[in-house]
Nanobody, 114 residues
């Protein structure tokens, strides 16, 4: 059973930056497309960015130009660099495969507020 551990969230001012990390246990990480997902309380989890095993990224419209997803297969870790953050309701960011077929981690909360 692969376990996911997200970190790097916090409180940041509008316009600021954060880099989220997600470490996965297990040796099959490198062959799976991965994604970062965002969930606001009371709403469905939405995909923000994905990256293939070949490191091809894709972004939700809301993150294009501001977010960068990357991965380090040697560390079984996927990252999400978020720049120019906008004020919004606190959200929890999760990582998972593109198919969302690994157990969800606890996520890491991001709050953008002045």
């Amino acid at each position: 059973q692969v376990q996911l551990l997200e970190s790097g969230g916090g409180l940041v001012q509008p316009g600021g930056s954060l880099t989220l990390s997600c470490a996965a246990s297990g040796s099959i990480f490198s062959i799976r497309a991965m994604g970062w997902y965002r969930q606001v309380p009371g709403k469905q989890r939405e995909v923000m960015a994905t990256i293939t095993s070949g490191r091809r990224p894709n972004y939700a419209d809301s993150g294009k130009g501001r977010f960068t997803i990357s991965r380090d297969n040697a560390k079984n870790t996927v990252y999400l660099q978020m720049n120019s953050l906008k004020p919004e309701a606190p959200a929890v960011y999760y990582c998972n495969t593109l198919r969302r077929d690994w157990g969800w981690g606890q996520g890491t909360q991001v709050t953008v507020s002045s």
